[in-house]
T-cell receptor, first 115, second 111 residues
Framework: DTAVSQTPKYLVTQMGNDKSIKCEQN?????MYWYKQDSKKFLKIMFS???????INETVPNRFSPKSPDKAHLNLHINSLELGDSAVYFC??????????????FGEGSRLTVL | QKEVEQDPGPLSVPEGAIVSLNCTYS??????FMWYRQYSRKGPELLMY????GNKEDGRFTAQVDKSSKYISLFIRDSQPSDSATYLC???????????FGTGTSLTVIP
């Protein structure tokens, strides 16, 4: 059973379209994250939710809107897609926000290509 | 300037070699230092984590932290083809603070 699962794994779409990525974790963790990994493998945090509450909102265009219906799910909706949005988006979870004694558990990533 | 700097490589070594991967950082508040391994088309997985300065060993892997130089290293002894992956360092000031990742070093171990 996959601990952090995200769908879809691959997305190819045209500029200007809207798309969503879904994430679910079955670890019972309180905190979930969205990270963006660019072509140079740089992993940058976008959002973090703790128990359905937004606690980190990095400098991300407001075309990106996260939603957490419950603490096991964190979705990412992107409006008006641009070429620069092409990247791999990773969902992750941890027991507590910024927990270091434990670890961040990552999903397998959703590879978004904007044409 | 990024919080964490990491040489992206790529690094290619023969099987059995000792590999040294490094990161530098600028934020003296960082107390926790982690290494994640990411196989191709997969998410990162925690390999090791260290608190403050010092060394930590786990099998063929040794993590070193030198806070005075703001420099961390991961050593892999007797490298294996299965070690071929991207290695990302990550750092945090502690619970309640976000992680900052390096750009990752791509490693290939040639049989």
């Amino acid at each position: 059973d996959t601990a952090v699962s995200q769908t879809p794994k691959y997305l190819v779409t045209q500029m200007g379209n809207d798309k969503s990525i879904k994430c679910e974790q079955n670890l019972g963790h309180d905190t979930m994250y969205w990270y963006k990994q660019d072509s140079k493998k740089f992993l940058k945090i976008m959002f973090s939710y703790n128990n359905k509450e937004l606690i980190i909102n990095e400098t991300v265009p407001n075309r990106f809107s996260p939603k957490s219906p419950d603490k096991a799910h964190l979705n990412l909706h992107i409006n008006s897609l641009e070429l620069g949005d092409s990247a791999v988006y990773f969902c992750a979870s941890s027991q507590l926000f910024g927990q270091v004694a434990g670890e961040l558990f990552f999903g397998e990533g959703s590879r978004l290509t904007v044409l | 300037q990024k919080e964490v700097e990491q040489d992206p490589g790529p690094l290619s070594v023969p099987e059995g070699a000792i590999v040294s991967l490094n990161c530098t950082y600028s934020n003296s508040a960082f107390q926790y230092f982690m290494w994640y391994r990411q196989y191709s088309r997969k998410g990162p997985e925690l390999l090791m984590y260290t608190y403050s300065s010092g060394n930590k060993e786990d099998g063929r892997f040794t993590a070193q932290v030198d806070k005075s130089s703001k420099y961390i290293s991961l050593f892999i002894r007797d490298s294996q083809p299965s070690d071929s992956a991207t290695y990302l360092c990550a750092m945090s000031a502690g619970v309640g603070n976000q992680f900052y990742f390096g750009t990752g070093t791509s490693l290939t171990v040639i049989p």
